[in-house]
């Protein structure tokens, strides 16, 4: 971002004003002279530019602006000095500079984002910049900006969702885990000192068991807490390392795969809706949607539409013949094709699929949220019953 500079001055005549000019020093000093001003004072300030990464957010920032400023009439290539010239964020600048510069190589915008993005680490679906792609194939940028704004922002609200969704039982578990380890390897060993061998020999068995447990992984902490901490960083460090289909993962998982469907098809149902709107025919629509990973029965059942559209069969014909399509759509793509209507009949079954994607989440919460309370509840019984047992079998113990 463009240094500031804050001053101020007198006007010719003699009026005093206070004013911020973006700039250098040497710019400053020009507009000074140029303005025939009488500088009191004045004081540089410098903004200091985030380190952070490129993120998903950011890319839907710039799509946005880049659509308004386009929309006016703005050159792509003015479009991005301007945006460079007010980023926040130094991978910012150089993923704009670096557009820049493949745009006066000759390349499409399309493209030169798509090496962009690769370059700066942010992984972006075929769809994203087919939808740039195709525009710039009619002549329309603009239009493309648009329909890729409005993808990436129903992508961006899927992921709020399931982020929120997550949040509150990833809390519980990780609370879980640190009073169970609390328990194990603090309260426990101490407790377990106040017998001797042969007391403690003589323990009821659930007393027994937990403390000697406790002691256990006391006398080894170091190795296991290393080893924990070790596992942790492999299974991140995989994570990031490896692509893993997490909804075909999840797919599998009994009682998860409607779930996964609803997401799927919203996702299917809001790209369609959004191209048709954008004066994209629904074969091309279909072909976009073979870039993006969705589940292999989606795929197929994408890529079967495709061929019985070029004979001639319906759309809601196609889809009637597939058990992961609910009747209620195949009715409403059925009146869509005999309305032209499909780009808004399209946009409701997106919206329809998000919403019963958003209640089985809070069904699945509503049973996952207290099960792991209760799980805790009953592992921290079962240990405050275990002491109770030792504390009133102490008498005895010592007979």
Known sequence: MNPRILYKALTPNKEPIDGVFEGNKSEFEHFIRQKKLLILSYKEEKKRLSKAKFSQDDFLTLVEELYYLTKAGMAIDAALKLLASTATKTSQISLLKRLLQTIKEGKQLSVALSESLKNEGLQVDALSIGFLATAEEVGDLSDGLLQLFEYLSFQKKIRSDIRQALSYPAFLLIMSLAVSLLIFFLIIPKFSTIFTPEEFAKLPALSYAMLSLGKTLNQYSVPILSGLFAFVGICIWYLKSRTINWMRLFYLIPGFNRLIVDLQLSIVYGALSTMIKGGLELDKALRQLQKITLLQEINHLITNALSELKRGVKLSSVFSLSSLI?????????????????????????LRHSDAFSRSVKRVLAILEPSVIVGLGLFIAMVVVSIMLAVMSISDVAG
């Open 326 to 350: 609910p009747p209620s759509d195949i009715a409403l793509l059925h009146v869509g094709e005999h309305s032209a209507s499909m780009s808004e009949v399209f946009g409701s079954l997106s």
